[in-house]
């Protein structure tokens, strides 16, 4: 095909996308954000009056990339930070790469553009049962709303944040005080085990969304959200618990990946065994699971 236009390049790149998501190759929270960037970088085109691959240039991508947007609380954010910027690169230059693979442009308008630079990487911040005391204690300060809380109760069993978006009121065994979870691109399967706190707000959260309507329900996000619309959610309503506890401040980030290392530390606590850690947090990797749980492991040493 010649001469394609951005919009016949985005139906077919996004089948694609979807394509490798359902072979596993890319994760549908990735396929969500591309196709998201990518149809605001069609709508920026055309407000530029360009309808053509062939007609994209490396000014009108990466003013695009630039360009002010609006943040997950729909504020205006004039210049978008580095995340933004390569998330949107990222998504620009998938979408060119597989267009030139199907014969629908020759242009690459990223091709000689500097990487983005990467935000230092954090070890993340350690948190204690002290502060996850007061984690709980701030979020129940939504009730009788709950969902701050029950977001919180799924991160502790064990639920990373894109499975706690998921997660839904069929997933529940609340008399085994158990929550079941499809897992995600980079976890299994499995049955998580809920604290006597969570089962608590967990119930309460269920038992007000059926007061709604018949269900299924997800839990803590909105069934109208997007994979990746609804994973941002989960981060900024862990977000608004972690500030009104005091933890996260503008020199401390607390995230939900946090709490997922807290799990893993427990686990490893209490069964010695990095196995049940990965078996908890749904992972393949022994590697990853010592991770996660600051756990040397190869050579029995705790991580600093």
Not at 229 to 258: H, W
Request: proline residues 4%.
């Amino acid at each position: 095909m010649t001469r394609a236009t951005i919009k016949e390049a985005l139906l077919e790149v996004s089948r694609l996308w979807l394509h490798k998501a359902a072979a596993g190759e890319m994760s549908i929270e990735t396929v969500d954000l591309y196709i998201q960037v990518t149809e605001r970088f069609h709508r920026y085109a055309d407000a530029h009056h360009i309808s053509r691959m062939d007609d994209v240039t490396r000014d009108l991508t990466e003013s695009f990339i630039t360009a002010p947007g609006r943040d997950r609380r729909n504020n205006i954010t004039l210049i978008p930070g580095n995340s933004t910027r390569r998330q949107r690169r990222s998504a620009i230059a998938s979408l060119f790469a597989h267009a030139r693979a199907l014969g629908m442009t020759r242009a690459a308008p990223l091709l000689d553009s500097p990487p983005i630079k990467r935000d230092p990487h954090s070890p993340g911040t350690g948190l204690t049962g002290r502060d996850i005391e007061n984690l709980q204690f701030h979020a129940e300060r939504g009730m009788p709303a709950t969902r701050h809380a029950a977001l919180l109760a799924l991160l502790l069993a064990g639920l990373n944040s894109a499975e706690t978006a998921a997660a839904t009121t069929t997933d529940l065994d609340l008399p085994a005080a158990e929550v079941s979870t499809a897992g995600g691109t980079r976890t299994h399967p499995r049955t998580c085990s809920l604290n006597e706190w969570g089962a608590y707000v967990l119930g309460l959260r269920a038992a007000r969304l059926e007061r709604a309507g018949h269900g299924p329900h997800r839990l803590v996000t909105s069934t109208k959200s997007s994979r990746y619309g609804a994973q941002a959610s989960v981060g900024a309503g862990f977000n608004d618990i972690a500030r009104n506890a005091g933890l996260a401040t503008r020199k401390r980030k607390v995230e939900p990946r946090d709490i997922t290392r807290y799990v893993a530390r427990q686990v490893l606590h209490e069964t010695g065994q990095l196995s049940e850690v990965a078996r908890r947090l749904g992972l393949s990797s022994l590697d990853a699971a010592a991770g996660l749980a600051g756990l040397a492991w190869q050579n029995g040493e705790a991580s600093p």
